[in-house]
């Protein structure tokens, strides 16, 4: 089957209904940085491609109610340069300007990093580690889940695009003494997948930290939380370089990377987390107790 129909709703509710008009046979696209080359070599095949940059709430990207919210249209270009998203969530920030190339950021949108399901997704661990919350719109109403929860294996999204959107990704503005990270190692420094990737972020106060997280990706089938790595880190104080390395430590033996002709032995890049890890604890300590440059 081919494409019949391009369609270009402008309300979450028309979106909806032609989704439901098509019963399963439609595809979102915003960006189509993915999709197209899904389409392309035959692993989707939909009758109708339904446009969502049309929609207005779509577009927003916004602090508001305490929280920073961007709209499912926003790109990763928008997310690199807008203020602020740069002073509160530098992590996402620096994780949306990895992505790809110029031209890529300017069409590709940070929740199409998230729904292609891919563990290697620079964004999409940034956001876990932020802790972001996804609302889905469907015809039954809308729901919140947490980015993290919306993985169903290796580039499976527990979202079903042919039935239901994405409108929307919500962070919780960080209070005093929070700082983030992202970083990461790859073949060069645009158009190349990462080896590793991680995103941190951590909590501070009196000049200790009270709480951290951290997301590692491509480690395993969605990006990976090591949870005695941000054990270690609670109660540390901000400048006890010997946590950090605990930290980082701890991280890299509870990831299980893959043996990969494409990124390396997973003894090599269990080593790369240990490395990257800790380099991104010292970046987000630094700015959660101002003393980034």
Known sequence: MSVQAYLMPRTTEQCLAE???YAGEARLIAGGTDLM???????YSPAALIDVTGISEFRRLEVTGGELVLGAATTHAQAVVHPRVRELAPALAEACASVGSPQIRNLATVVGNVVSAQPAGDAAVALVALGAQAEIASTAGRRM?????LYAGFGQSKIDSSREVVTQLRLTLPGPGSGSAFMRIAPRNALALPVINTAVVVHTAAGKVTAARIAIGPVAARPFRPLQAESVLAGARVDDTDAIEAAALAASREVNPRDSLLRGS?????QLVKVLVGRALRAALQRATGQAS
Do not use: F, H, M, P
């Open 266 to 270: 997973a003894a090599y890049r269990r």
């Open 19 to 21: 989704l439901d008009r």
């Open 37 to 43: 080359l899904w389409i392309q070599r035959k692993q």
């Open 145 to 149: 889940e947490a980015v993290e929860a």
